[in-house]
């Protein structure tokens, strides 16, 4: 099973797919996750994308098709894995699917957590409290918020042609979100 989750910064995409991708058995790959380790680990990688996270901004596409290219064709998602972060951009999509050409199908569905922006701006502040990430701040916040809105809407336009999205209502506990997203993916994918 080939799954993406898409959502606005702080709507739990990451919550939600390592549940995803546990209740289904296949690796919840999060590219974000993948910078921040490069970045802690001062990485090659993570020298080069410091000052781009810092700032709020997205690593550029070459940078991200590569890794995510690299990581989708490890052993361990042979049989399927979930994308949350990726992609981002029309160029990234056209690259995801070039990159599945190391497996032998193409994706399965697109997740769309959709919330509020106002509700989602607060829960980043929390979040930047209680773990002291310097990438939430307000001004920060806003500015992803914006950029993903713009960089999205096209994507998401993409693979509802594709007939492969589901948009599911990404506020409430975590249970009840995840159980929005099974029932879904269950009645898509049968």
């Keep these: 099973m080939k799954l993406l989750i898409m959502g606005p910064p702080g709507v739990g995409k990451g919550t939600q797919a390592i549940g995803i991708a546990a209740h289904y058995g296949v690796p919840a790959i999060s590219t974000g996750d993948i910078f921040r380790d490069?970045?802690?680990?001062?990485t090659e990688l993570g020298k080069k994308?410091?000052?781009?996270?810092?700032?709020?901004?997205?690593?550029?596409?070459?940078?991200?098709?590569?890794?995510?290219?690299d990581r989708i064709c490890k052993p361990d998602a042979v049989d399927g894995w979930l994308l949350d972060g990726y992609p981002r951009t029309i160029g990234q999509v056209s690259a995801l699917d070039d990159a599945m050409a190391c497996g032998d199908s193409g994706l399965d569905a697109v997740i769309a957590l959709t919330a509020d922006a106002d509700l989602?701006?607060?829960r980043?502040?929390?979040?930047?409290?209680v773990e002291g990430r310097a990438d939430d701040n307000a001004e920060t916040i806003k500015h992803r918020m914006a950029v993903y809105n713009e960089a999205t809407d096209p994507l998401l336009d993409e693979y509802r042609s594709r007939e492969l999205l589901l948009e599911v209502d990404g506020i409430g506990s975590i249970d009840e979100v995840a159980q929005r997203i099974t029932a879904a993916l269950d009645a898509?994918?049968?």
Aim: overall charge negative; glycine content about 8%.
């Design 38 to 42: 490069n970045v802690k680990n001062q």
């Design 49 to 69: 994308v410091s000052a781009i996270l810092a700032d709020g901004g997205y690593v550029p596409d070459e940078i991200t098709n590569a890794v995510v290219a």
């Design 120 to 122: 989602l701006t607060e």
């Design 124 to 129: 980043l502040l929390k979040r930047a409290e």
């Design 188 to 190: 898509k994918l049968g």
